[in-house]
């Protein structure tokens, strides 16, 4: 009922009479206000208060979700839209400020308005086009660099086997030189042999990669 809860005369009114002052039977400005009335009184200081803080916000949060289900019914409605972002911006600072001024007074209307507070950054930084124009040079002179970098590792592994097999080769050579010379041999079968494992284990570590690669393929 539409502020006639009291009304004896509606108590012994007819269905039909009664159901004109049900909410869903009144125009839509009639149960907003409805709705803002009974929200105020659950945070208002005193029956008469409807300018403090707290009423304000009770007032606010009906209107925002009221014109919350409007957009969804009417999505395009670019008027409403707008006043119901600034409508949100407005309440975020009076619950700035409340917040600021009485901490647990903030917690309180918070919890009776059902709200969640996001507290806006500390410090904050328009992004310009200057800057961003720098930050996109920055990640593509940095992909450029992994680019290269990439190209580099790749051509030394793949010379990393004929680099071992032809210090083999040479590591041979110069002992079979040294021992034939009757000089001091500075080559060992050791060094020769760990050469000769590191060359195996590089082999059947890039056949392993290849067949992997196959299977996922």
Known sequence: ???FEKSKELETADAAVKSLFE???NPYVNTTRYHSEQLIKEVQRH????GSMEAKLARMTVFIRRYQQHMEEHPRDKKRKVILKEMIEKRKKFLKY????DYRRFEWILEKLDLVYKPPPAEFHWITRKESLQ???DIHCEKLRQEKLDEYRKTLEEQQIPFLEDAI???QFIRQEQIDLGIPVTVTE???EQNKKKLAELKAFR???KAAARKSN
């Open 207 to 209: 056949e392993e990669t």
């Open 47 to 50: 029956p008469l208060d409807y």
């Open 98 to 101: 409340l917040r600021r001024w």
């Open 135 to 137: 930050k996109l040079t």
């Open 1 to 3: 009922m539409l502020g």
């Open 169 to 171: 080769k040479k590591m």
């Open 23 to 25: 909410l869903g039977n």
């Open 190 to 192: 050791e060094d020769i």
